[in-house]
């Protein structure tokens, strides 16, 4: 199996900054995308950004130039810099990992989610 281990997370102020990580570990051959979602309070959980093992990446239009995800595909973990925070960033954040290949390239048959980490932005 896999394990998602975030950390990172904690309360700042508005337009502070946070660099949230996500390292994957277990039976893993390789890992196609990895990213992170965001749930906040009475709302449905969504994606914030994304980054595939080809180097392209997706955010949400309400993080765009303000967020930065990386991967570093050797280890296996996934960066999220998030700058100028605002109060509507407030959310739990998730790590993801999807189309996750194991031992001998067979590929799980679902994405892997870590436990989530707290971001709070309020002054």
């Known amino acids: 199996q896999v394990q998602l281990v975030e950390s990172g997370g904690g309360l700042v102020q508005p337009g502070g900054s946070l660099r949230l990580s996500c390292a994957a570990s277990g039976s893993i051959f390789s890992i196609y995308g990895m990213g992170w979602y965001r749930q906040a309070p009475g709302k449905q959980r969504e994606l914030v950004a994304r980054?595939?093992?080809?180097?392209?990446?997706d955010y949400a239009d309400s993080v765009k130039g303000r967020f930065t995800i990386s991967r570093d595909k050797a280890k296996n973990t996934v960066y999220l810099q998030m700058n100028s925070l605002k109060p509507e960033d407030t959310a739990v954040y998730y790590c993801?990992?999807?189309?996750?290949?194991?031992?001998?390239?067979?590929?799980?048959?679902?994405?892997?989610w870590g436990e989530g980490t707290q971001v709070t932005v309020s002054s």
């Open positions: 993801n990992a999807e189309k996750v290949l194991g031992p001998e390239m067979i590929a799980y048959g679902a994405p892997f």
């Open positions: 980054a595939t093992n080809s180097g392209s990446t």
